[in-house]
């Protein structure tokens, strides 16, 4: 009776229950788990102790890594009977947002881990040396003339940093005075020393007029409270056949994105982010997916732009 009722107060808590029904979907590890629950690293780790214990989750070694699962016992085991009642609850609660969040994250979790060379082609581990996308990234950068770039909403500045090794110098904007001493502290350790970083707001940007050769705005468009005021900012600071280059989500349903991350728009219509940036006075528009995974709840468009080498003034 007290182990029975152990285990039933166990599962009395929401945090655990989140576990188990994304353990049962995928294997992860604690870091992958942290990012889904938006749960302390420390309290995961907890939680998943607590569990194995219990013999509900078991741990598997793999590359350095340690992944948990469900531990779906043999038949006759005691904890038999509970995964028949979770399969069920679990079965009636995936329309609560709750749920709908956590499989949206879930899914960008596993969209970084595919995108991990450790694990890459037909599911099978490749052993591939020297094979890299951030060496092709800066490879790729050595075909542009020497540029100046504004990376506009930088947030750490990983970005920052990799436009750095090519550009010959990057301009680094944030709102965030904490979030710009963590972009100078990564150039610091990188040994980066061409970029200037730099306080201001994406609607009105710390930068003179013509100016700037690439303007980057890296998942930072929905985060702007007025969307075309900040395209008309980039505009204004490039230089006459400037080019504008445009990373952000497509139109989605994903509502927690607004409390968890401060996103002040749930991504943008192809064809809005078009219209945006003609308005903005940008010509030579083209707006394609740039990643998506089948299940996926986000899709990240990839946008470009010139400002005219004409100096006539804009049309809207």
């Known amino acids: 009776m007290k182990s029975a009722s152990a285990l039933y107060r166990m599962l009395g808590d929401e945090a655990r229950l989140r576990i188990l029904r994304l353990l049962g979907e995928e294997r992860l590890n604690v870091t992958e788990l942290t990012r889904v629950l938006g749960i302390a690293q420390s309290g995961v780790s907890r939680h998943l102790g607590l569990l194995k214990e219990s013999g509900l989750v078991e ?9 948990y699962r469900t531990a779906r016992p043999e038949d006759g085991r005691a904890t038999e009977p509970i995964w028949d009642v979770l399969a069920e609850q679990f079965a009636r609660g995936a329309s609560d947002p709750l749920v709908r969040a956590d499989e949206a994250r879930l899914k960008e979790v596993l969209r970084v881990r595919k995108e991990s060379f450790a694990t890459h082609g037909n599911g099978e581990r490749q052993l591939v040396p020297g094979r890299s996308w951030a060496a092709w990234s800066r490879a790729l950068g050595l075909l542009l003339p020497p540029v100046v770039v504004a990376d506009l909403g930088c947030g750490d500045g990983y970005l920052t940093v990799e436009a750095a090794r090519w550009a010959k110098n990057v301009i680094a904007i944030d709102r965030s005075n904490d979030v710009l001493e963590r972009g100078r502290a990564l150039a610091s350790r990188r040994g980066v020393t061409n970029i200037t ?3 201001g707001e994406l609607e009105r940007l710390p930068l003179q007029d013509r100016t700037i050769d690439i303007a ?19 505009w204004r600071v490039l230089v006459p056949g400037g080019r504008m280059l445009v990373l952000d989500l497509r139109r989605h349903e994903q509502a927690w994105v607004r409390d968890r991350l401060g996103d002040h728009w749930l991504g943008f219509d192809d064809d809005e982010l078009a219209g945006l940036m003609r308005d903005a006075g940008f010509s030579d528009v083209t707006v394609r997916v740039g990643a998506r995974l089948t299940g996926d ?3 990240v468009l990839v946008a470009g732009g010139t400002r005219p080498s004409s100096t006539g003034r804009r049309t809207r």
């Open 59 to 67: 741990e598997q070694k793999e590359g350095g890594y340690t992944y």
């Open 216 to 234: 980057l705005l890296s998942q930072a468009l929905h985060h702007a409270t007025h969307p075309a005021t900040a395209l008309s900012e980039a």
């Open 197 to 199: 970083w730099r306080r």
């Open 297 to 299: 709840p986000f899709t």
